[in-house]
């Protein structure tokens, strides 16, 4: 695992295209709050 990715530490911000393929950034779309950030494997 990546030393960065540790429970617990803050995650960086990413910038991630939204379902109409904007670019959004985590931190903006927490507006504060916490939040879960899960990845999935596409194309099972």
């Known amino acids: ?3 960065d990715l540790v429970p ?3 995650f960086f911000d ?3 295209p939204d379902h109409a393929g ?3 950034q985590l ?3 927490a507006d504060g709050d916490p939040m ?3 990845f ?3 194309w099972w």
Do not use: C, E, S, T
């Open 1 to 3: 695992m990546h030393p």
């Open 8 to 10: 617990g530490k803050r």
């Open 14 to 16: 990413l910038d991630l």
């Open 22 to 24: 904007n670019p959004r």
């Open 27 to 29: 931190a903006q779309l």
């Open 36 to 38: 879960i950030l899960n």
């Open 40 to 42: 999935y494997r596409g």
